[in-house]
């Protein structure tokens, strides 16, 4: 299933309730609610709870362009026109994944076919201190 691959990358990285997340969808349902892909999720009854230190718990992103893997974190997120995929949190709860593109044309590299990167200090530290 498409969303399960696009949850387990954003779960590869660790993250504050990534272990409680991660238990959340394991069993989610999962519904598609706009033309770039993003879905919302609703856990299955009784998960626990995730701690965050904010509503994102997680971001990801990657250019939309084949070839330029080898450009630094920096350089990708400048250069390219990139794919966002934001993990969403609600009351400790996944709610929903939004993916959208930098600069709002059709998404051409799939986030399930693509490698994701991860902003190096992702969750800003300041948020919440």
Known sequence: MRERRI?????????PGRGEIGAQ???ALVKVVDQEGSFTIRPAAGAPRATVRQRVAIEAFYPDREGVEDLAVEEAAFLVPCVHVLLHVRDGSAHRIEIYKDDGSPIGIAPERATFRFYPDFPPGWVGD
């Open 7 to 15: 949850i387990d990358k954003l779960l590869a990285r660790d993250f």
């Open 25 to 27: 969808c394991a069993a």
